[in-house]
C-alpha cells in the first residue's frame, strides 16, 4: 500500500499486525500492563526499582566460577598468570549473553521494513534541510531488530563501562581496612573474577531491556550507535501507532527524523562523542565508595558493652536501612557537563525536528509531547546511565535546553544559532538552561559586529565597482591642461 509519504510501510499487512498484536497482548498479560500507560512504548523497563532479575544468569555466573576455581588450582597455573592479558572488568560474554535470552522479539527486519526505514530517512533529512545549517550526515539507513540493535551499540558501551567497572574495584579495594587487605590479598583475584562475572550479569539485564525499548541506534542522545548509520528499530516502533491513534508512517518519520539530526551533530561536530565519553571517563576514575554510614552504624552496636539486650534492639534497627556502600564522585563536574551535553544536544534536535516537520506532519507536536513523556516516565538518559554505567545523574534539562534553543532561533536564527556547535567554549552552560535570556544576549552581543563587517564589505565592493571619473570631469589648470 502506498501513503502519502510516497514509500511503503511495512506495517500495513493486516495478518501480520493481527499476529504481532496477538504475540503483544500475550506478552502483557505475561506480567506487562502497557495499558496502564498509553506511553508505555516510549519507555525503558528496567524492572521493580530498577533492579535487575538475575535468577536467570545464575547458571552462567556459577558456571564460569567454577571453571575460575579449577583453573586457579591447575599445574602451573600461577606461572603463567604473568603472561596473561589484564582481566576484563567486565564479562561481557555474560553480558551479551544475558541480554539476549532478554529480547523478547529477535526477529530480523524485514524487506519491507529497510524500504521503509531508507525512503523515511531520506524524506526526513530533506526537510531538516530547511531548519538546520548543519548538512546531512550522510549516513546509511539501517533497519534493526533488538538484537541488532544490542550488537551494534554494544563496542560503546564496553568503552563507556570498562572504566566505571574497573575504578570501582579499585575503591572497593581502597575502601576495605588495611588488615582486610593483607588477608584477602591472595584471593582478590578471585574476588575481581566474582565481580566481573556480577558486573557483566547486571549490564546485559540492563541491555537486555533497552533494546526491548530502543527506538533508534541513539536514543536520548547517547552515541552508542556506529558512525555512519541512521539505526531505526521498527519492531519496536510499530505499537506507538496503534498507542497514540497516529498513522504508522508519521510515527516512522518523526522518529527516523530525530536520529538523522542527532546524526547531523555528531557528524559535523567532532569534538561532541569524544566530549561525552570523556565525561564519563574523567567521572569514573574519581570513583569511591563511602561507607562511613555503615561505620556509624557498627559503632552504634556498641559491641563491647557486651550488653545482649542493647545490641539486638540496635541491630532490629538497622534492618531496614541501605547498608551497601554510596558511590561518589571526586569529579562530581564532570556529570555534571554530561547532563548540560545530553540536555543540549536532545533540547537541539526537538527544536529542528519540530520546525522541519511541523507544517508538514499534523501529528508532529502530539509526538513530540509523547517523547517528553517518555523522558519523564522513566525513558531517559540519566535512567539508562545509572542502569548501564553507574552514574546517577541527575535529569537532564531537556525542556529547558530546547526553550532556549527556540529562543535562539527566534533571535539570531538558524545559522547563528547553529554556529554555537562550532567549538565547546561557545554552547551555553548549565546556568544558561536555567536563565537563557543571559546566553540570548551573548549571541545578540555578536550579531552588531558581524553585521557591521558585512556592511563594510558590501560599501568596499561598491566602492570597487565604481567607474572612474571621465576625460570631461578631471580637473584642468590655467592653461587647461589636465592637472597631474
Given at each position: 500500500m502506498v501513503n502519502g509519504f510516497g514509500f511503503s510501510f511495512p506495517n500495513d499487512d493486516g495478518d501480520d499486525r493481527d499476529r504481532d498484536r496477538d504475540d503483544r497482548d500475550s506478552d502483557d498479560r505475561g506480567g506487562r500492563d502497557d495499558q496502564s500507560n498509553p506511553f508505555g512504548q516510549f519507555g525503558f523497563a528496567f524492572g521493580n526499582g530498577g533492579g535487575a532479575n538475575?535468577?536467570?544468569?545464575l547458571g552462567?555466573?556459577?558456571g564460569q566460577f567454577g571453571e575460575m576455581l579449577s583453573g586457579m588450582g591447575a599445574p602451573g597455573q600461577q606461572g603463567q598468570q604473568g603472561d596473561k592479558?589484564?582481566?576484563?572488568?567486565?564479562?561481557?560474554?555474560?553480558?551479551?549473553?544475558?541480554?539476549?535470552?532478554?529480547?523478547?522479539?529477535?526477529?530480523?527486519?524485514?524487506?519491507?521494513?529497510?524500504?521503509a526505514v531508507t525512503e523515511s530517512t531520506r524524506l526526513a533529512n530533506l526537510w531538516l534541510d530547511d531548519?538546520?545549517?548543519?548538512?546531512?550526515?550522510?549516513?546509511?539507513?539501517?533497519?534493526?531488530?533488538?538484537?541488532?540493535?544490542?550488537?551494534?551499540?554494544?563496542?560503546?558501551?564496553?568503552?563507556?563501562?570498562?572504566?566505571?567497572?574497573?575504578?570501582?574495584?579499585?575503591?572497593?579495594?581502597?575502601?576495605?581496612?588495611?588488615?582486610?587487605?593483607?588477608?584477602?590479598?591472595p584471593i582478590t583475584q578471585m574476588l575481581g573474577h566474582f565481580n566481573s562475572m556480577n558486573f557483566g550479569a547486571r549490564?546485559?539485564?540492563?541491555?537486555?531491556?533497552?533494546a526491548n525499548q530502543a527506538l533508534t541506534?541513539?536514543?536520548?542522545?547517547?552515541?552508542?550507535?556506529?558512525?555512519?548509520?541512521?539505526?531505526?528499530?521498527?519492531?519496536?516502533?510499530?505499537?506507538?501507532?496503534?498507542q497514540l491513534s497516529v498513522p504508522g508512517q508519521e510515527v516512522l518519520v518523526y522518529i527516523s527524523a530525530r536520529e538523522a539530526a542527532r546524526q547531523r551533530l555528531f557528524t559535523h561536530v567532532p569534538w561532541l562523542v569524544e566530549r561525552i565519553v570523556s565525561s564519563v571517563e574523567e567521572y569514573s576514575v574519581g570513583l569511591e565508595l563511602d561507607t562511613s554510614h555503615i561505620e556509624e552504624q557498627i559503632r552504634n552496636l556498641d559491641l563491647e558493652s557486651g550488653d545482649p539486650a542493647k545490641i539486638q534492639e540496635a541491630m532490629q534497627g538497622m534492618q531496614d536501612m541501605d547498608m551497601s556502600p554510596r558511590v561518589t564522585s571526586r569529579n562530581a563536574a564532570a556529570a555534571s557537563r554530561l547532563e548540560t551535553l545530553?540536555?543540549?544536544?536532545?533540547?537541539?534536535?526537538?527544536?529542528?525536528?519540530?520546525?522541519?516537520?511541523?507544517?508538514?506532519?499534523?501529528?508532529?507536536s502530539a509526538l513530540t509531547e509523547s517523547w517528553a513523556r517518555r523522558r519523564a516516565t522513566g525513558g531517559s538518559a540519566e535512567h539508562a546511565f545509572n542502569n548501564i554505567v553507574g552514574i546517577e545523574l541527575g535529569a537532564p534539562k531537556t525542556n529547558e535546553a530546547a526553550d532556549l534553543w527556540r529562543r535562539a532561533t527566534n533571535a539570531v536564527g538558524v545559522d547563528r544559532r547553529d554556529k554555537v556547535w562550532d567549538h565547546p567554549d561557545f554552547l551555553p552552560t548549565a546556568e544558561h538552561l536555567d536563565n537563557p535570556a543571559a546566553f540570548i544576549d551573548t549571541l545578540l552581543d555578536d550579531a552588531p559586529d558581524a553585521q557591521f563587517d558585512e556592511e563594510i564589505a558590501k560599501l568596499e565592493e561598491m566602492l570597487a565597482n565604481e567607474p572612474?571619473?571621465?576625460?570631461?570631469?578631471?580637473?584642468?589648470?590655467?592653461?587647461?591642461?589636465?592637472?597631474?
Open positions: 538475575f535468577s536467570g544468569n552462567d555466573i556459577l592479558p589484564k582481566q576484563d572488568p567486565v564479562n561481557y560474554d555474560v553480558a551479551l549473553r544475558t541480554a539476549r535470552r532478554s529480547i523478547k522479539d529477535p526477529k530480523g527486519a524485514t524487506a519491507n521494513d529497510r524500504t531548519a538546520s545549517a548543519l548538512p546531512d550526515s550522510g549516513a546509511r539507513p539501517e533497519a534493526w531488530s533488538a538484537d541488532d540493535w544490542l550488537t551494534n551499540t554494544l563496542p560503546t558501551w564496553k568503552r563507556l563501562v570498562s572504566p566505571v567497572a574497573e575504578h570501582m574495584d579499585r575503591a572497593q579495594l581502597d575502601a576495605m581496612p588495611e588488615q582486610a587487605r593483607e588477608i584477602f590479598g549490564l546485559g539485564q540492563a541491555l537486555g531491556d533497552l541506534g541513539n536514543d536520548f542522545g547517547l552515541p552508542v550507535a556506529p558512525s555512519g548509520v541512521i539505526g531505526i528499530v521498527p519492531k519496536n516502533i510499530e505499537p506507538i501507532s496503534d545530553l540536555a543540549l544536544v536532545e533540547g537541539w534536535v526537538e527544536v529542528v525536528v519540530e520546525d522541519a516537520l511541523g507544517d508538514r506532519i499534523p501529528s508532529t572612474g571619473p571621465s576625460e570631461d570631469d578631471r580637473p584642468k589648470d590655467q592653461d587647461g591642461d589636465e592637472e597631474d
